[in-house]
């Protein structure tokens, strides 16, 4: 079946840093890919939404400068926390779904958790 | 507005049986989704129904009736490796998944 890679798993950095998460679908070409961040006993909350080729489409509330999305090939989307804080400490997941089978489930990267300190 | 309304938290006995309801209101539907989350870990696919009537896959199974706007998962012979968090998830119109918040499921012994 179709897989979602996610990259790091676990990452602790300092307060001020920037982080790279990277999203790969391993086999199948994912036009589209999405950003997910959730807090502890929390649901999901979609953060934005990635767009091979072009830009990302942000929710409401989700700062697009300090969430970094680049989407350059059909394969990988990146997510960049820059100037990260001790706030921005949560558990990051990407997913995505197979464009050619449409109804079909989303496929859920290992999810990052992210530790600001 | 898109809603998904799911219990909080559930507690069943090891060996039983279980129901967890789900409610959406979506613009646009192109199916429902069971998900399983244990603490710290992605979500697991467990079931997708796009008509109406129940699913079955092994010990679980899923309902859906679209006229309702309403879906459960059913959950047989209850282990506790089935304590976990079960997120129903709709997919509306524009192919994007709206979440519930989760139902914590505790199994005692």
């Known amino acids: 079946g179709a897989v979602v890679s996610q990259h790091p798993s676990r990452v602790i950095c300092k307060s001020g840093t920037s982080v790279k998460i990277e999203c790969r679908s391993l086999?199948?070409?994912?036009?589209?890919m999405f950003w997910y961040r959730q807090f502890p006993k929390q649901s999901l909350m979609l953060m934005a939404t990635?767009?091979?080729?072009?830009?990302?489409?942000?929710e409401q509330g989700v700062e697009k400068d300090k969430f970094l999305i680049n989407h350059a090939s059909l394969t990988l989307s990146t997510l960049t926390v820059t100037s990260a804080h001790p706030e921005d400490s949560s558990f990051y997941i990407c997913?995505?779904?197979?464009?050619?089978?449409?109804?079909?489930?989303?496929?859920f990267g290992q999810g990052t958790r992210l530790t600001v300190v | 507005g898109q809603n998904i309304d799911q219990p909080t938290e559930m507690t069943a006995t090891e060996g039983a049986i279980v129901q967890i309801n789900c409610t959406y209101q979506?613009?646009?539907?192109?199916?429902l989704f069971w998900y399983q989350q244990h603490a710290g870990e992605a979500p697991t696919f467990l079931s997708y129904?796009?008509l109406d009537g129940l699913e079955e896959k092994g010990r679980f199974s899923s309902f859906l009736s679209r006229s309702k706007g309403y879906s459960y998962l059913l959950l047989k012979e209850l282990q506790m490796k089935d304590s976990a968090s079960y997120l129903c998830?709709?997919?509306?119109?524009?192919?994007?998944?709206?979440w519930g918040a989760g139902t914590k499921l505790i199994i005692k012994p």
């Open positions: 086999d199948f070409q994912a036009t589209t």
């Open positions: 997913s995505a779904r197979d464009p050619g089978r449409e109804n079909t489930e989303a496929f």
């Open positions: 990635s767009n091979e080729g072009s830009k990302a489409t942000y």
């Open positions: 979506t613009s646009g539907f192109n199916g």
């Open positions: 998830a709709a997919l509306d119109s524009n192919y994007q998944l709206i």
């Open positions: 129904n796009v």
